[in-house]
């Protein structure tokens, strides 16, 4: 199995920046995807970025040229920096690790449990 785990988010004024970070931990697996996903209260959960293992990154609208995916594959970590938060990124920001366990050759889905983002004055 892989344990994620998210963090890095908090209360910040509009404008602000935050960085998010994602980490996955585990034996025996290899990451072919990560993903940053935000639910905000009432709304669906919604894709923001994600990255391939080679490093290719997409973005959902809302967040192209305010946020920036990356990924440290030695450290099976992804980071989501965001610049110029707005009120509207208010959520909570889920990480999904797309992985293959080497005991089953199987692919998974693996969640974190979420960090809240608050942008607010």
């Known amino acids: 199995q892989v344990q994620v785990v998210e963090s890095g988010g908090g209360l910040v004024q509009p404008g602000g920046s935050l960085r998010l970070s994602c980490a996955a931990s585990?034996?025996?697996?290899?990451?072919?995807?990560m993903e940053w996903y935000r639910q905000a209260p009432g709304k669906q959960r919604e894709l923001v970025a994600d990255?391939?293992?080679?490093?290719?990154?997409n973005y959902a609208d809302s967040a192209k040229g305010r946020f920036t995916i990356s990924r440290d594959n030695a450290k099976n970590t992804a980071y989501l920096q965001m610049n110029n938060l707005k009120p509207d990124d208010t959520a909570v920001y889920y990480c999904?690790?797309?992985?293959?366990?080497?005991?089953?050759?199987?692919?998974?889905?693996?969640w974190g449990q979420g960090t809240q983002v608050t942008v607010s004055p």
């Open positions: 585990g034996s025996m697996f290899s990451i072919y995807a």
């Open positions: 990255i391939t293992s080679g490093g290719n990154p």
């Open positions: 999904n690790v797309r992985a293959i366990i080497h005991a089953t050759s199987r692919s998974g889905d693996f």
